[in-house]
């Protein structure tokens, strides 16, 4: 129902920035909770942050708070994910998610990994 494709994974040093680009498409997203997870080699995927498409409500991970601000741009359909103060442990490759904002609410867990990803981009950060 939601196609989903990332871009602007890469390699930056440690205190670098990055800034990810998921774009969506499909008939109903807009009402859909939008977000990023990663997963780093041999660690299970990880919730990192959301936004809802309309209201633009936002949700991070403790990790990455302060450093990660999620954004979109429904123009383009398109949702970003802008990292600063990039660390080695952000390493993973990162995936964009789509889920249905009622299945959200109804599991009452924003950071639950499920619904419409992307083929994931990888981020590698160095010492």
């Known amino acids: 129902q939601v196609q989903l494709v990332e871009s602007g994974g890469g390699l930056v040093q440690a205190g670098g920035s990055l800034r990810l680009s998921c774009a969506a498409s499909g008939r109903t997203f807009s009402s859909y909770v939008m977000g990023w997870f990663r997963q780093a080699p041999g660690k299970e995927r990880e919730f990192v942050a959301t936004i809802t498409w309309t209201v633009g409500s936002t949700y991070y991970a403790d990790s990455v708070k302060g450093r990660f601000t999620i954004s979109r741009d429904n123009a383009k359909n398109t949702v970003y994910l802008q990292m600063n103060s990039l660390k080695p442990e952000d390493t993973a490759v990162y995936y964009c998610?789509?889920?249905?904002?009622?299945?959200?609410?109804?599991?009452?867990?924003?950071?639950?990994?499920?619904?419409?990803w992307g083929q994931g981009t990888q981020v590698t950060v160095s010492s």
């Open positions: 998610n789509a889920r249905p904002s009622i299945l959200v609410q109804a599991m009452g867990a924003m950071t639950k990994p499920f619904g419409s």
